[in-house]
């Protein structure tokens, strides 16, 4: 029979609390919303695609820009709107918003807006597939 002793308690104990701990840090690093962009900054990540937008509108991201769905999120109650490029510091050529996994945009949003919303935004794609080239909605 094998005896147990206070070290082996306390290195599983150890064990289990670095795990737990990188399970936090990797959520905190992928958020539900990750973007790339092909100039400016190259990547980002948010919790709310109201938050990714705001990044856009500031100029942070520009060029070509995926944005990736990788987890539901709560919008706020007046979410931000993506500007139509070329509209103050926001440029970009294309925006292809598109999940990694199955998740919902949701939020209370304010009378008269909707979840998301768009100021004059060209070359915007809202793909609901999670396969490339998919044509389901997941």
């Not at 701990?21 to 919790?47: C, D, H, N, R, W």
């Not at 938050?51 to 987890?71: K, L, P």
């Not at 292809?96 to 935004?121: E, F, H, R, Y």
């Amino acid at each position: 029979m094998r005896k147990i002793t206070f070290y082996h308690v306390a290195s599983r104990k150890m064990i289990v609390s670095i795990l737990a701990l990188l399970f936090v840090s990797v959520q905190s690093i992928f958020g539900q919303v990750t973007l790339t962009a092909t100039t400016g900054t190259a990547s980002g990540s948010f919790t709310t695609l109201s938050d990714a937008f705001a990044a856009i509108n500031a100029g942070t991201h520009t060029g070509v820009i995926a944005i990736s769905i990788n987890a539901s999120t709560a919008e706020p109650a007046a979410p931000v709107y993506l500007a139509a490029s070329g509209q103050g510091t926001t440029s970009y050529t294309s925006i292809l918003i598109k999940p990694t996994a199955t998740a919902t945009i949701a939020g209370a949003t304010t009378a008269g807006s909707a979840v998301i919303n768009m100021d004059g935004a060209d070359n915007v794609t809202i793909d609901g597939s999670i396969a490339v080239g998919g044509s389901t909605r997941d």
